[in-house]
């Protein structure tokens, strides 16, 4: 599975609670992608498009009379599968180990589809028009322009050999490309927690959305920042938080699979 480069001197109690999350992660992470394949994939065979309006949550997934935009809507999603599937082989410490040619091939493959994928989203968004407002928009922007420039470093850092920068910056791409994963884990989890258990207003859901575009691209790489710095007692505190963080994850992903993901394996 896909591993955190941590400092030489890591607390166990922070791998321990970074190997949990990772594992919580990697289940919802291959449900998201079963859901991504099981939707889209036959329309996007057959060429009957409007079969994404019937259960899908993506906004203008179909558009009548717009076969370009349709199209690139599919294949923005054939590449988010391939990114998932891709990044999460990518980040296997056993692949690169025993595998390098596959790794190194398959890294290639994660760079060409994070490009388009980024370049594609950035087309739906600001040619197409599909958007929630301007607020998301921007957030799917700087979602976009991070990805880029992730992966750009990221080859950049292999070129040089600084393998450990390398795994750095893929890190970084990686958590930046699951940015909508981290964005339906987290509305979900504020809907169970946030509404369901605490009984906020159904109305402060679209607050947390409009914080949660940005924050399920910012936190992720936020806490990675930490987790490569994190010295002393501040490991103990981060695999605090880890564990709150993987119990949240769990809740999100649970309700994600439950209402979204699953009608559709």
Known sequence: MATVPLPAAAAPSLRRAIMAWGWIAVV???????????????????GDFIRW????HAIDAYVPGDRTGNIQ??????????????????????????????????????VVAAILASLGGLWLVWVRGSRLNMASATAITLNAALILA????????????????????ALRAFLAV?????????????????IGLLGLPKQSAQAFFAVWSFGSTLVPLLLLELTFRATGGAQRAL??????LSAL???????????MWWPHL
């Open 150 to 169: 992730f992966v750009i470093l990221a080859v950049a850092a292999a070129r040089r050999r600084d393998f450990a920068g390398h795994r750095r910056w």
């Open 239 to 244: 695999s605090y938080g880890f564990w709150l």
């Open 53 to 56: 309006s019937r259960g899908g």
């Open 178 to 194: 699951s940015g909508v994963w981290f964005l339906r884990v987290g509305m979900m989890a504020f809907a169970l927690i946030g």
């Open 73 to 110: 809507f599919g294949l923005h999603i054939l590449l988010a599968a391939i990114l998932t599937l891709g990044g999460l082989l990518q980040l296997s410490p056993r692949l690169r180990a025993r595998l390098p040619a596959v790794h190194r091939w398959n890294g290639r493959l994660f």
């Open 28 to 46: 919802g992470q291959l449900l998201f992608l079963g859901y991504i394949i099981a939707l889209y994939a036959p329309p996007l065979v057959t």
């Open 249 to 259: 994850t769990a809740v999100g992903i649970a309700g994600a699979a439950a209402l």
